[in-house]
């Protein structure tokens, strides 16, 4: 079935540093979503992409859908102790009217002040 | 305009108990999504519901149910609780429809231990 493959599982950086992980799949995806989930607490969206190839930002944050729909990539420039956390990405499962999303495994950031 | 609301934020039961959790969407969003979160599965979609119409639903048992009422607000039940059963359990509500109808935003979730 359809999975998402997310790496690095964990990363532990000092404050100032950038940060990258990726999402893979062997399957395409039409959307491609990052949240981010403070213990405790639910998800947030970070970024939504929805064209391949595309680039967005959010502040420090920057993703990109994959040219091939298959991968996607967020990077975190010059980190800070609030970017601590567990990054996930997501995609809406193809076909059908439904809003099932699914999950990549997560990538633990922590930041060093 | 108001998020994703969670009720309650924590509760503990014992196997064999059953429990009701609640979701609130944000204000005109019709579709809410519910997950179950554990540090071995990770997020597992569970169901989704649409204008009180269940539209997809994950592999779970048959003990975790699930419905949603006229105003878009949802509950879902687990009867017979287990031990496994104990996770965030996540909902999440997206918008009317189009590109934004794949943006989903959760609450904070409801924290189940079953004892």
């Known amino acids: 079935g359809q999975q998402l493959n997310q790496s690095p599982q964990s990363m532990f950086i000092q404050e100032g540093e950038d940060v990258s992980m990726n999402c893979t799949s062997s399957?395409?995806?039409?959307?491609w979503l990052w949240y981010k989930q403070d213990p405790g607490e639910g998800p947030v969206l970070l970024i939504a992409?929805?064209?391949?190839?595309e680039l967005t930002s959010n502040g420090r944050l920057t993703a990109q859908f994959g040219i091939t729909r298959k991968d996607s990539f967020l990077n975190i420039s010059a980190s800070i102790p609030s970017d601590v956390g567990i990054y996930f990405c997501?995609?809406?499962?193809?076909?059908?009217?439904?809003?099932?999303?699914?999950f990549g495994t997560g990538t633990l950031l922590a930041v060093q002040p | 305009k108001a998020g994703v609301t969670q009720t309650p934020r924590y509760l503990i039961k014992t196997r064999g108990q059953q429990v009701t959790l609640s979701c609130s969407p944000i204000?005109?969003?019709?579709?809410v999504s519910w997950y179950q979160q554990t540090p071995g599965q990770g997020l597992q979609f569970l169901f989704e519901?649409?204008?009180?119409?269940?539209?997809n639903k994950g592999n779970f048992p048959g003990r975790f149910s699930g419905r949603q009422f006229s105003n878009s607000r949802s509950e879902m039940n687990v009867s017979t609780l287990e031990l496994g059963d104990s996770a965030l359990y996540l909902c999440?509500?997206?918008?009317?429809?189009?590109?934004?109808?794949?943006?989903?935003?959760f609450g904070p979730g409801t924290r189940l231990t079953v004892l």
């Open positions: 999440a509500s997206s918008g009317p429809g189009g590109l934004d109808s794949d943006e989903q935003f």
């Open positions: 399957s395409i995806f039409n959307t």
């Open positions: 992409l929805y064209k391949a190839g």
């Open positions: 997501a995609a809406p499962l193809l076909g059908g009217a439904t809003n099932k999303l699914i």
């Open positions: 204000s005109g969003h019709r579709s």
């Open positions: 519901y649409f204008s009180e119409t269940q539209r």
